[in-house]
């Protein structure tokens, strides 16, 4: 039985294993949010989470020199993340973030950054990837959804080295506005798993569609408007959401 936060428990704080038993630096964003924010009191209660592990409550114990002094409870376990991969053409680091931790709230299972044809090979090359900026924004993600589970993440493969770890059975479906013949939403959900497919902003090459076909990609398209990346994945996934019934 998952506990559901009442509109009381909307800030959820999510702290790694090694961290539970180390006091929390003061200038730690989560002790400034407790303090600042959340306005807690030595023996006041909070909600927590371990990273990809259970709920609970970890209570302030108290302020000292070397940080904020926690104990906490674990009382419940979350839900498996929704069985859907969300592959993305490597987009600008700006948009990238937002992706991160928007996919992350919505359930988004694995999520991969891959090079494409007609992509900027640079974007591959930012600090959000190689400095580990890109966990922050997943666990964003969970903490806005109230949830411990973060997606599986890789970046900078191409298609070709992402198709033999690709799940199967699943409903395949790469966004295309140029040669899809359905709409996102009559694609053919039926609960099974889901691979999302989104071009970089220039959208797939010619080779990069005849591969999608023999992977068993369907085209398919959100509409008559030409959307941002980070919209058009916010729209789809919804839409991939309510058709497969993981709503």
């Excluded at 789809?236 to 993981?246: C, H, N, T």
Aim: with cysteine; net charge neutral; hydrophobic share 40%.
């Amino acid at each position: 039985m998952v506990a559901i936060p009442t509109k009381r428990d909307v800030n959820l704080i999510l702290f790694e294993a090694h961290e539970i038993t180390l006091p929390l630096p003061r200038e730690d964003r989560r002790a400034v949010h407790l303090i600042d924010v959340l306005r807690r009191s030595p023996g006041d209660t909070f909600d927590a989470g371990l990273v990809n592990g259970q709920l609970g409550k970890g209570t302030l114990a108290a302020i000292g020199r070397e940080g904020l002094q926690l104990s906490f409870k674990w009382t419940a376990e979350t839900p498996p993340l929704d069985p859907i991969t969300l592959l993305i053409g490597l987009p600008r680091p700006q948009t990238a973030r937002k992706i991160l931790q928007e996919a992350t709230s919505l359930g988004v299972g694995h999520l991969h950054f891959i090079r494409t044809e007609r992509g900027e090979p640079n974007y591959a090359q930012s600090t959000l990837w190689h400095s580990g900026e890109w966990r922050r924004h997943l666990l964003a993600g969970a903490e806005q959804a109230f949830c411990t589970r973060l997606p599986g993440l890789s970046y900078g493969k191409t298609l070709a080295e992402l198709f033999p770890a690709l799940p199967s059975p699943a409903v395949r479906i790469a966004l295309d506005n140029y040669e899809s013949s359905v709409g996102l939403r009559d694609a053919g959900f039926d609960g099974s798993p889901v691979i999302l497919a989104l071009g970089a902003e220039r959208g797939w090459s010619p080779p990069e569609r005849n591969d999608l076909r023999e992977q068993g990609f369907l085209f398919a398209h959100l509409g008559r408007r030409v959307l941002r990346v980070e919209t058009a994945c916010i729209a789809a996934l919804a839409i991939v959401k309510d058709r497969s019934g993981f709503f």
